[in-house]
Every structure is written in structure tokens, then in C-alpha cells.
């Protein structure tokens, strides 16, 4: 069974737009400019990871509440020539400073949802720039070109962008220099309005000049650090200095004839991978698309799978993850036996993390065959909500993630990794890669990944509308949002099982966004998807 690229079907009048195609190249992310970032750097001479990194370094310009180098960074990197798989995990630790007991001592028992407290080390550039260095072919100056462009001279900020920024006005205005820098006149950038980021332009020019030492062991690194310390923070220029990315074996497990990969922890990817090792058991692919069969063992697979997440994952070098018998079949049919097709079962653990989450991810494949999967993020819209003065950097809430339960294996500890959402993917068939792929949305990642994974393989869709297909958010204990497109009879089926359906369309989108890229082998033909919930674009040549 291959992908398919057949017609849209008239059933599927959620999906409008075809799927791109190229020959030598493709690129996607969520914003034009920076999809157009990234074919800019194959056509000069750049490899996949090249175009991740000028597109996602783009993307913290022309979608700052998305993404940043304040935030962190994970990648899936494929090397063609020697059919290897590469997994980085750029993501920040806690400051040395941090430990339960100063927040229990302060009477703080659960981390706050924003603010200088929630901040970790800012992992992102760090991972961009060793990516570059170690499996690229241009040099991170060169890369941050476009971004440094669009910051200077301005861009038009594009409209879901726009209506995704105006949601957290609120958390600007909180912040004199967060207001300063990212509104006008005390407002959110319109649709269609030019925005530049002159104080972010200089910092990319200072890291291009003088590359991530600047940021980590210089001026850079120092002022975040200041600004830490003046705001009652815990950062100091030690957790920079000290701060380095980690390259791991991905994880995999097979879904019907495929192979997916996802990385290993602090990260959620073992979530995804078990709840398709939990699906695999059922014939999903005739259930129906989106039936009420369909979704509810969607559903209950999630809340298996989210229970342990919200149980093991954390940072491995301070904890054992149980990855073998998370991922066993033995436990996935234990798992299995739990489901009732006719009852919804309570969340066996609520989740401790914010539902809402803002995240970029971009894919590449090249004319070799290389390709990236690169995701990053500040964690929630404009993260902690604090942005360095003179410095345009917005620093992330990803603090946010720890417990502060002491008992808790994912408690927060000094230069610890918090439990991470952001989650790259990737496709193999026959040991051979497939396709790079990534849905967005904090918790939502998992389960847009088996959603989407399973309207290819189980419902074979072609790409663009396995992207595109109306999807659900299951939220905590029976609470599912069900996107419209989803029929109102399978709500009512839902609700009869004894789901909690939320069916109103909802002004900011809430079942993510995601970009794939497709390698057809038998043709040497790419095949490229963009969401229809995004400003994006996927480009082939």
C-alpha cells in the first residue's frame, strides 16, 4: 500500500488545496516567507537542515508568539548516504538555583502559568547553530539572512498569525518591554499591517557576526541573565555558560507496514508511539473516518497513553523511563482490554499542562535526500510573556511543565529538562525513509500525529488532506472538542458513550496546525502538505 494521490474526494470538502510537488526539492512551515526562507537556502546550495534553520529562525520573526531563540528546539534529522536517522534534543534546563523547596518556601506549590519563574534556559540556538555546523552546508550568518531581512525592514503580519497574536494581547501589556516590542500603539498588528522587530534584528546581527558564543558565554547571555535577576528571576549566566545540546537515538514502533520515529524523552513522543501501538489492535480503517467508533477509541487510547505520560516523562538523566514496557505489545493489549466500545472511560489522571500551545514546525527534504524535521517553540502564546529589554527576545514559559510535587518523577531540580510537548516525526518503509511530518498545539501534538498518521495509512487520504481533515482535541477527564467538519450525529454517538462534546467552532484554532513532506520513491518525486489552519505554504521545485 502506498500514499495516495488521488483526486479530493467530494466527501472531503474540508480539503481544497492540491498537494505540492517537486522534483529536486521540497520545503514547508507554517508562514510564506519563511517557507520561501527555506527554498532560498537549497537554492544556495543548503541541504534540508540548511532550510530548516533559515525557515524556523524566519518564523521567530513573522510568528513571534510562536517561537524564538527564548525558546527551545527538537529535531529528527535523516542522512541519506548512510540511511541514518539522527535525533537532537535542544531543549533548556532549570536554573541551578532552582529546587522545590525555594518555591514551597515562597508558598508557591504549583509553578506558575507565566512569568520569570517559569523561564529555563533557552535551548533553540543553540541546537540550530550545532545542526548547521555538524550536518549542513552554509554557516548560521547566512542562515539568519532572511530573518535579520524581515526584523529590519518589516513584514506584513498574515491573518491567522494576526488573530493568534491578539488572543494575548493581555500578556504583552503585563510587560513594559514586551509591550513595547511586540504591539503598536498598545495593540496587536492587524491583518495585512507591517510590523518590524528592530531590537531582534540587531541580536540576530550580533550572533551572525559572532556566532552562539555571544549568547551563551557573551553580551547576550549576560543580559538575559541581568534581566533574570532584576525581575526576581533565577537564571544566571552559569546556566548558560553550561548549557549544551543532546543528540539521542530516536524511538520507533511499527504501525501497520510502517515505521515511525519519534524521540525519546523528556519529550512526548513515546505518547504517540504508544497510543498507535494501542490502535493497531482495532481495524481502524473500517470504522469510519471520524465515525463515533473511530474517535472513541482515539480518545481512550489518548487517555491511556497521557495518564503514563503525565507519570514517567521527564528529563532520563535524572529519572528512568520505562520506554521498553511503555512501548511492549503485551502492554499495549493490556491497554486494549481496558477500552469499553461502549463507555467512556474517566481520565485516570487529568493533565497537569496548559491545553494551549504555540509551536512551529518545519520540514525539509533536499535534491540528495536528505531531510529535517524540525519543530520549536516558547511553549504558550509569547511564553512567559517576558521579553529581554533592547533585545526583542520573548522568553519562554516552558518552566511551566514542572511539578512541584517532590515525589513527582518529572519535580523540578536544578539543570533539569522539564516533561517537553514539542514532538518531530518522522516515516520509514521497508528501512528506508518516507516522510517528515509535525503537528503543533502543546497536548494536542500526540494525538494529531496518530490522527493524522491514521487518515494516511488506515484511510488513505493523499497527503494534503490527511492534513487538512476536521480533528479532535481530547482535553481532560471526558472533555473532547470536536472541530467542524465532524458530523453533528457524532457528536450525539459520543456524548451517548458518555464523552463530554464541545462541537462550537472556537475563534482561535485548537487541533494545531502541521506540514509533511513525502517522498515517493517510485517516481523520485516529493510530495508536500501545509495546513489549511495556517498561514503556510509547502513548495516544490
Known amino acids: 500500500m502506498e500514499f495516495s494521490y488521488n483526486q479530493k474526494r467530494e466527501s472531503n470538502s474540508f480539503a481544497q488545496r492540491s498537494v505540492a510537488m517537486g522534483r529536486r526539492g521540497m520545503v514547508a512551515s507554517s508562514q510564506q516567507l519563511a517557507t520561501l526562507a527555506g527554498y532560498r537556502a537549497l537554492s544556495r546550495g543548503g541541504n534540508a537542515v540548511d532550510a530548516c534553520i533559515a525557515m524556523v529562525s524566519t518564523l521567530s520573526v513573522v510568528e513571534p508568539h510562536s517561537v524564538g531563540i527564548g525558546g527551545d528546539a527538537f529535531a529528527l534529522i535523516y542522512r541519506a548516504a548512510e540511511n541514518r536517522i539522527i535525533g537532537m534534543n535542544a531543549s533548556g534546563r532549570a536554573p541551578y538555583d532552582a529546587t522545590t523547596a525555594w518555591f514551597h518556601g515562597r508558598g508557591i506549590n504549583t509553578m506558575p502559568e507565566r512569568g520569570i519563574l517559569t523561564v529555563t534556559v533557552p535551548g533553540a540556538l543553540h541546537g540550530w547553530a550545532q545542526a548547521a555546523e555538524r550536518y549542513g552546508n552554509l554557516d548560521l550568518a547566512h542562515l539568519l539572512e532572511d530573518a535579520i531581512a524581515y526584523a529590519e525592514n518589516g513584514f506584513p503580519v498574515t491573518e491567522v498569525i494576526a488573530g493568534e497574536w491578539k488572543d494575548v494581547e493581555n500578556v504583552l501589556l503585563s510587560h513594559e518591554a514586551s509591550s513595547k516590542t511586540y504591539l503598536i500603539d498598545g495593540k496587536a ?49 552559569k546556566d548558560f555558560e553550561t548549557h549544551t545540546t543532546t543528540w539521542v537515538e530516536p524511538l520507533s514502533t511499527d504501525y501497520r507496514d510502517y515505521t515511525i520515529y519519534e524521540l525519546p524523552p523528556n519529550g512526548q513522543g513515546v505518547t504517540a508511539l504508544q497510543m498507535l501501538n494501542i490502535m493497531k489492535g482495532f481495524d481502524i480503517g473500517n470504522l469510519g473516518h471520524n ?73 525539509a527534504v533536499d535534491e540528495n535526500r536528505n531531510a529535517a524535521s524540525f519543530i520549536s517553540s516558547i511553549y504558550q502564546a509569547f511564553g512567559s510573556g517576558m521579553v529581554v529589554d533592547g533585545t526583542g527576545i520573548v522568553l519562554q514559559n516552558r518552566g511551566k511543565s514542572f511539578s512541584l510535587d517532590p515525589n513527582h518523577p518529572n519535580r523540578l531540580e536544578p539543570h533539569k529538562r522539564p516533561m517537553h510537548t514539542i514532538i518531530p516525526g518522522m516515516v520509514f518503509k521497508d528501512g528506508d525513509f518516507l516522510m517528515s511530518f509535525g503537528v503543533m498545539g502543546g497536548d494536542m501534538q500526540p494525538q494529531g500525529h496518530v490522527q493524522f498518521l491514521c487518515n494516511l495509512i488506515d484511510f488513505k487520504m493523499n497527503l494534503q488532506e490527511a492534513v487538512d481533515a476536521p480533528r479532535i ?69
Not at 540576530?204 to 533574570?228: L, N, P, T
Not at 515517493?520 to 502538505?529: F, I, P, W, Y
Open 189 to 237: 498588528p492587524r491583518p495585512g499591517q507591517v510590523f518590524q522587530n528592530k531590537d531582534l534584528a540587531q541580536t540576530y546581527r550580533k550572533i551572525a557576526q559572532g556566532g552562539i558564543e555571544v549568547f551563551y558565554r557573551g553580551e547576550i547571555g549576560k543580559a538575559i541573565a541581568d534581566f533574570s535577576q532584576k525581575n526576581y528571576g533565577l537564571l544566571s549566566f
Open 291 to 363: 465515525s463515533p467508533e473511530h474517535l472513541h477509541c482515539l480518545i481512550e487510547a489518548k487517555k491511556i497513553a497521557f495518564r503514563d505520560r503525565d507519570f514517567f516523562v521527564t528529563d532520563p538523566e535524572f529519572e528512568t523511563v520505562p520506554i521498553d514496557n511503555l512501548l511492549s505489545k503485551d502492554y499495549a493489549e493490556a491497554c486494549r482490554q481496558n477500552i469499553d466500545p461502549n463507555q467512556a472511560m474517566g481520565a485516570p489522571v487529568s493533565p497537569s499542562h496548559p491545553r494551549g500551545s504555540d509551536t512551529v514546525f518545519v520540514a
Open 473 to 541: 482535541r481530547h482535553m481532560q477527564d471526558k472533555e473532547v472538542y470536536l472541530e467542524e467538519g465532524i458530523s453533528r450525529g457524532t457528536g450525539v454517538a459520543l456524548q451517548e458513550k458518555g464523552h463530554y462534546v464541545t462541537q462550537v467552532a472556537q475563534s482561535v484554532n485548537q487541533v494545531g496546525g502541521g506540514q509533511a513532506i513525502y517522498l515517493d520513491r517510485s517516481q523520485n518525486v516529493l510530495l508536500g502538505a501545509s495546513d489549511r489552519r495556517k498561514d503556510g505554504l509547502a513548495l516544490g521545485y
